[in-house]
Structures are given as C-alpha cells and as structure tokens.
C-alpha cells in the first residue's frame, strides 16, 4: 500500500475516533477545567507508553488511539468553553475535509519541479503550512461560525500527519511509528485549550462583564460583542439600535 494511503486511511480514522468521541461524551463531561484535566492525563500516559513502544506496532497503536481519544476529550473542553454544539455529521465532515487537505498537499507535491529537489520539497511544505495558516486566520477573523477553529485543530494535526508522511523509511513500522509521534501535535491543542479555560475561569472570578451575545461568558466579549463597560459612551447607544 502506497504511504499517501496509509496516512490518509490513519488521519481520517484518528479525527473521526476523536469526532466521535467528543459527541459521546456531551452528556457526562460539562466542567472545562476537569475535560482539560482527563484529557492531558490520557495523553500524558500515552506519552509515557510511547516511549517504551519504539516500532512495536501494537503499543504505538494503542498510543494511537489514546491520543485519539484525548484529542476528543481536549475538543469537548474546547466546545464547553466556546458553548459550541456542532452535529457528529459535522464534525465528521469536517474530518474528511482534513483529508482533502492532505491530498491537495500530496497532488501539489508530485509537481515535477517540487519531486526532482528534496530542498525544492521542503521548501513547497513551508510555503504550504504558512499559506494554510494565514488563510485559516483570515477566514477565522471574518467569519462567525461554531467548526472554523475545530478546522484549525485538526488542520494542525493533518500538518503533522504531513510531516510523518514526508520523512524518509525504510519500513511500515517506521512509518507506523511516525505517524504515532505526529499525534502529539495534540499537545499544541491541550495548550490553545488550556488558555481558553484560565480565560474563561478569570473572568469568571474576577472580573464584571455584562455581555449582550445570548451567552454570558466573560470571555466572549472578546470575540466582538458589546460588552456593558464605562469605557465606550456609545455603547449603550449601540446596544439599543441591536435591540
């Protein structure tokens, strides 16, 4: 089986065993702070078998799975803090459309000029990885909606996929291995999600912010809504011409 479809086949599996995971879980995990907590534990305790595992396809797959499941659990934290309730057909979408993304760096990179360079490869890939980025910011500020930043999360996990798929083997266990260190990409996700929820317990403590967005937390006054402050005049002004 050709690379590109075993990490296609493994990057889908991981994001919809995380999709799924997330959706389960809605009704037994509501606190953000102890969803952060089990999810940073169940990656850390796949961290520790990693580095026991070295290419035994076994324990890396079960490495595999359990960083899965954190990244599920680390979404569900997320979706708790952000008040994000996105379908399962969604987010599995959402998965596949990760995918997609995968292949459209694939098909781009068996351009003759970018396969004859292994420097001219690498670099097509930070031009591709910095191009995502900034196109991801662009439409994540311009747009309101509840799947653009699990987009994000997962993009950042297919781009380690990427870079697994990218690096030279000699074997499928190296491959297999690879792809099982990519997954601690998830890592990057536990610290976004992290400082969303010492934002939201901050302000959930400490400070008065009254904001008009159906939803009372603190920290959505960061996201454009008209927070009932001192500091604007016109905010009342404001507040009355929306209602």
């Known amino acids: 089986m050709k690379k590109i479809s075993i990490v296609s086949i493994a990057s889908f599996a991981f994001l919809t065993l995380c999709s799924l995971t997330e959706y389960i879980l809605r009704p037994f995990m509501q606190d953000q702070l102890y969803t952060l907590l089990i999810g940073v534990g169940i990656l850390a305790i796949s961290g520790i078998i990693t580095l026991l595992s070295r290419d035994n396809i076994g324990l890396n797959t079960v490495c595999f799975v359990l960083s899965s499941l954190a990244m599920g659990i680390l979404i569900r934290a997320w979706y708790i803090n952000r008040g994000f309730d996105n379908t399962l ?58 799947f653009v930043s699990t987009f994000g999360y997962y993009m950042l996990i297919e781009l380690a996929f990427i870079l697994a798929m990218s690096l030279e083997v000699e074997s499928g266990r190296q491959l297999w291995r690879n792809l099982t260190l990519s997954t601690y990409s998830v890592f990057a996700v536990a610290l976004g999600v992290l400082v969303a929820v010492i934002m939201a317990l901050v302000c959930g403590e400490g400070a008065d912010c009254d904001c008009d967005c159906g939803d009372v937390s603190c920290c959505e006054c960061l996201d454009g809504c008209d927070c009932g402050t001192d500091l604007n005049p016109g905010s009342d002004k404001r507040r009355k011409k929306k209602q």
Do not use: E, H, Q
Not at 95 to 103: A, E, G, M, N, R
Not at 117 to 126: D, E, F, G, K, P
């Open 89 to 146: 057909p969604v987010m599995l979408l959402i998965s596949f459309i990760t995918v997609v993304y995968l292949w459209l760096f694939y098909a781009l990179s068996r351009l003759p000029f970018i396969r004859a360079s292994r420097r001219a490869y690498l670099v097509y890939a930070i031009i591709f990885a910095a191009v995502s980025g900034i196109a991801y910011l662009l439409v994540m500020l311009n747009t309101k909606t509840t």
